[in-house]
């Protein structure tokens, strides 16, 4: 972990998030400025920086992080379809430097996202 990553820090429990999911590997919280009615980040404990910072050790925890997302989906009662994104890199939105998974649900979500 990154002394400096915001989301290390909350990952560490330093800043009194309040977390909806929570494993060995990985946390989930609410999104502070939420995209829709449910906007859930997921990321790993460890600090990996983006997808592209991903490495062949990483396989397992990667699925990890998918079986909660469905998880979440399940538990948020998000029955009729979610969608999940990994930002990767300033052109493709990532805002933090630390790998995680955007849920989204709650409502008809449209396609181009943006």
């Known amino acids: 972990m990154h ?8 990952a560490r429990g330093e800043l009194g998030t309040e977390l909806v999911l929570e494993t060995e590997n990985f946390v989930a919280f609410r999104d502070i400025n939420p995209q829709a009615p449910t906007h859930i980040l997921v990321i790993p404990r460890e600090h990996i920086a983006s997808l592209d910072q991903l490495e062949p050790r990483h396989g397992e925890i990667m699925g990890e992080a998918l079986l909660a997302i469905q998880t979440l989906a399940k538990q948020e009662n998000l ?3 979610y969608r999940v994104v990994v930002n990767t890199g300033s052109h493709g939105g990532q ?9 989204l649900g709650g409502r008809s979500l449209q396609w181009p996202p943006g």
């Open 3 to 10: 002394s400096d990553c915001l989301f290390c820090k909350i």
């Open 79 to 81: 029955d009729q379809g």
């Open 95 to 103: 805002s933090v430097a630390h790998l995680h998974f955007h849920l």
